[in-house]
């Protein structure tokens, strides 16, 4: 990684990646260059001669994640408050890689916490969603990670994430279906009890 970049990441562990490890991107870009050989194509030719370059950039910033830390980015806007009633944080674009075919799965994720004297400042929370899809992941991990997090920075009375997802790898290869969508869901505190994690499924929509 950069000296230039592990200043600013200490700074903003949450900036998005606009520089790139130069020894990173020369050892991922030469082994796009053989893939891409591999299958058939000539790197050689107009359209692709940076395109193993743009790949490994493009690779990087899709796995930003692992350079980053949730728990920071939370605890950077907790605020003491009194309110105790539900947060939901509705309709969070999500964009993360199948673990097992390196391929886009996509949709929406759902967050809502019932504070216990402290809220957290609300951008924080799709924030964290990339973090966790900015890796290579499985939808149930990602579902049970952002979960954990948000349990246990912020000590909530109760947590919950729900998230809905298409899977490239089950649209554009394998089985090929092209309207399955795949829900995942976590409680944690409150929201194990019935009532109130219905209010919350109602609230969503759901
Ligand atoms: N549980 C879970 N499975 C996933 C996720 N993303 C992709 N998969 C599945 O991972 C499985 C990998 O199965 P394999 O049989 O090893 O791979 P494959 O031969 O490419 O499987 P097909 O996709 O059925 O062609 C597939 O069933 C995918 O649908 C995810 O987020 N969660
Ligand atoms: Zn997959």
Do not use: W
Not at 52 to 79: S, W
Not at 150 to 157: E, G, K, S, W
Not at 180 to 195: A, D, H, M, N, V
């Amino acid at each position: 990684m950069h000296k230039q970049v592990d200043f600013i990441e200490l700074i903003m562990p949450y900036k998005s990646f606009e520089e790139y490890s130069d020894d990173v991107t020369d050892n991922v870009k030469n082994k796009y260059q053989e893939i891409i050989t591999d299958l058939g194509e000539d790197t050689s030719r107009d359209g692709l001669l940076k395109t193993p370059e743009r790949a490994a950039k493009a690779m990087q910033f899709l796995t930003q994640g692992y350079d980053q830390d949730p728990v920071e980015i939370l605890k950077g806007a907790m605020f003491k408050e009194s309110y105790n009633e539900m947060v939901i944080v509705k309709d969070i674009e999500l964009y993360s890689l199948c673990e097992h075919h390196i391929l886009p799965f996509f949709g929406k994720v759902h967050i809502a916490y019932i504070p216990n004297g402290q809220i957290v400042g609300l951008s924080k929370l799709p924030r964290i969603v990339d973090v966790f899809a900015r890796r290579l992941q499985v939808q149930e991990r990602l579902t049970q990670q952002i979960l954990d997090c948000i349990n246990d920075t912020l000590n909530p009375q109760g947590v919950a994430v729900v998230i809905e997802a298409s899977h490239m790898c089950m649209m554009m290869r394998g089985v090929q279906k092209q309207n399955s969508t795949t829900t995942t869901s976590g409680f944690r505190g409150q929201f194990e009890k019935i009532e109130t994690r219905n209010e919350f499924l109602k609230l969503i929509g759901k």
